[in-house]
């Protein structure tokens, strides 16, 4: 069936209007009719050809809420009109050790929501800047927030759920002191997420304009990297450091902060490798650097279910398909609050 979307045809092109097929519903599919899609940073990165192995056309889109259109005859666990997300996963091999394990975003055989093998056409998976999607009924999640909120819980999909799982890996909660670098798409959920598990929670950032922000997300302190005073004031204090920034920057001011044994999980993906870090700031605390990337869908749906009991959303500003070029550039020059989401019913402009 054929469908609206907005993408790429080369990385140095800008996204329009396309149309695209989405394959009919099998045994175990789920149909989705579309409502919003966030616009994440690695949108720009894959769209844009800066990672490599960029497919074309491209149509980016990842963090995706809406309505059951149509169920396989086989689902069972949803009906046509529930609200459902789909998140950063559509696939994976579902029998290896990650799989059984509810960690599907580490499956060797993990396919993207965008960008990734498929046996559609054509040939890779397109994402949700589009009017519908089908996808087996394993990667679908359930949204139980009021469906007023639906927009602001797009974001979740991918920001919510890439700093939800550090902090529950790392067993962020009451008694630990969490850091969270960036105050951005991901670092403003993060904020969120580690302030209602517990945690005393500092916002590190560059800029002190963003002070009495990151205090209404829920940080309980604010230091701004750049102030070598107010830095040196957390030294050795951290048991974890959520590093959300998406650009390569030195991470050793930010391993000094970690007590013995501290942890510093990088989620922000460059385009370009971090400077390489000082050996000696982790062998004489037994320090850790770490990385962590989305969630297995247990995971979500768990995260999922604790935003919606918390009244949890992301903040958001909503455009239509047709600005998507323009939030970009301003995406990139960090102006917005937080994240970015498409009203997909201008797609059928």
């Not at 329009?16 to 994440?40: K, M, N, S, Y």
């Not at 999607?133 to 990667?139: F, L, Q, S």
Request: aromatic share 6%; net charge negative; proline share 5%.
């Amino acid at each position: 069936m054929k469908t609206n979307a907005y993408g790429a045809h080369a990385g140095d092109q800008a996204l329009e209007p396309l149309q695209i097929t989405r394959r009919e519903p099998g045994p175990h599919d789920v149909q989705i009719d579309i409502a919003f899609c966030g616009v994440c940073h690695s949108d720009i990165h894959q769209v844009r050809a800066e990672w490599a192995g960029t497919l074309f056309p491209c149509v980016p889109g990842h963090e995706i809420v809406g309505r059951v259109a149509a169920v396989g005859t086989h689902v069972s666990g949803f009906s046509i009109g529930d609200l459902v997300g789909v998140g950063c996963i559509v696939d994976s091999c579902q029998h290896c050790e990650d799989c059984d394990a509810g960690l599907e975003n580490y499956c060797d055989g993990m396919v993207g929501t965008y960008n990734g093998p498929t046996a559609d056409a054509p040939g890779h998976t397109l994402g949700g800047y589009s009017q519908q999607i089908v996808v087996h009924e394993r990667y679908v999640l359930r949204v139980r927030h009021p469906e007023t909120q639906l927009a602001a819980v797009a974001p979740l999909l991918c920001a919510g759920i890439t700093t939800w799982s550090p902090l529950r890996h790392w067993q962020a909660g009451p008694g630990k002191k969490v850091g969270v670098v960036g105050i951005g798409g991901l670092g403003h959920m993060g904020i969120k997420l580690a302030h209602a598990l517990g945690a005393h929670v500092v916002a590190i950032t560059t800029s002190a304009s963003k002070r009495a922000d990151a205090k209404a997300l829920g940080a309980d302190e604010v230091v701004v990297s750049r102030n070598a005073d107010e830095m040196a004031q957390h030294a050795k204090s951290f048991d974890l450091i959520l590093n959300t920034v998406a650009a390569p920057h030195d991470l050793d001011a930010f391993l000094a902060l970690l007590k013995r044994d501290g942890t510093l999980t990088l989620v922000g993906a460059p385009a370009s490798p971090h400077p390489s870090p000082n050996v000696f700031n982790l062998i004489t605390r037994r320090r850790a650097i770490a990385g962590s990337m989305i969630g297995g869908i247990p995971e979500t749906q768990e995260m999922l279910d604790f935003c919606a009991e918390h009244g949890i959303v992301a903040d958001i500003e909503l455009i239509r398909a047709d600005e998507i070029n323009q939030a970009y550039e301003r995406m990139l020059a960090s102006d917005v609050k937080y994240r970015f989401v498409i009203d997909n019913a201008t797609l059928s402009d």
